[in-house]
T-cell receptor
C-alpha cells in the first residue's frame, strides 16, 4: 500500500509563510489532498491538486506537486493564529474511494 | 444539515468489554469509513464500505468489526477491547459518483480510553 510521510511539527511566527511538506510512495495517485484538523474537531478538506498539475493557488494557499520526487507541499502565506492546526496530506489512487493519510504536521503559530 | 454524527463523544471502557461506536450520515453518500488517529501515526483506515451491504478491511482491522445495513449508518464494534485500542476514532463518508475532488467528510470523533 501507499506510504505518506510528513514531519510532525512546525512552528512559525504570525505573518510569516509556512511550508508543510509531504512525501508519498504511490506514483499512481490521481488526487492529492490537504486536510486541516482544528483542536477537538474532525478533518476538513483544505485544498487538493490533480496529479497532472504542478501547482495550484487558492488565496493564501499554494500547493506544489513534484511528481518526479513524489513530493507535495502546502505553503500558507501570511500565517495567522487561526491557522494553528494539524495538517494532513492524503492521496487517492485510481477509481477507489479510499484515501491514504500522512502522519500529520502540527502547525503552531506564535505571536 | 448535520453531515456526520458520531456517538458517544468520549468513553472510558474496561478491557475485555465490548462497545459499539455509532456513525450516521445524512448526505446519502455511498461510501463510509472508520479511521483511528494516534499521535505520530496519523489516520489509519480500520474498515470501509463502498456501498450499503458491503464492507472491506483497511490497514488495521484486527479487533474491530463493522456492518452496513443501510446507506446512513456504519457502526464500529470492538468485541473485546484492549488498551492498544485507546485512540480517537473518526467516521467519514464520501461518494466517487460526485464531482471531483471526491472529498471525504468527517465526523467530530469519539475519544475512547480502554483501561
Amino acid at each position: 500500500g501507499e506510504d505518506v510521510e510528513q514531519s510532525l511539527f512546525l512552528s512559525v511566527r504570525e505573518g510569516d509563510s509556512s511550508v508543510i511538506n509531504c512525501t508519498y510512495t504511490d506514483s499512481s495517485s490521481t488526487y492529492l489532498y490537504w486536510y486541516k484538523q482544528e483542536p477537538g474537531a474532525g478533518l476538513q478538506l483544505l485544498t487538493y491538486i490533480f496529479s497532472n498539475m504542478d501547482m495550484k493557488q487558492d488565496q493564501r494557499l499554494t500547493v506544489l506537486l513534484n511528481k518526479k520526487d513524489k513530493h507535495l507541499s502546502l505553503r500558507i502565506a501570511d500565517t495567522q493564529t487561526g491557522d494553528s492546526a494539524i495538517y494532513f496530506c492524503a492521496g487517492k489512487t485510481g477509481t477507489a474511494s479510499k484515501l491514504t493519510f500522512g502522519t500529520g504536521t502540527r502547525l503552531q503559530v506564535t505571536l | 444539515t448535520a453531515g456526520i454524527t458520531q456517538a458517544p463523544t468520549s468513553q472510558i471502557l474496561a478491557a475485555g468489554r465490548s462497545m459499539t461506536l455509532r456513525c450516521t450520515q445524512d448526505m446519502r453518500h455511498n461510501a463510509m469509513y472508520w479511521y483511528r488517529q494516534d499521535l505520530g501515526l496519523g489516520l489509519r483506515l480500520i474498515h470501509y464500505s463502498n456501498t450499503a451491504g458491503t464492507t472491506g478491511k483497511g490497514e488495521v482491522p484486527d479487533g474491530y468489526s463493522v456492518s452496513r445495513a443501510n446507506t446512513d449508518d456504519f457502526p464500529l464494534t470492538l468485541a473485546s477491547a484492549v488498551p492498544s485500542q485507546t485512540s480517537v476514532y473518526f467516521c467519514a463518508s464520501g461518494d466517487v459518483k460526485l464531482a471531483p475532488p471526491y472529498e471525504q467528510y468527517f465526523g467530530p470523533g469519539t475519544r475512547l480510553t480502554v483501561t
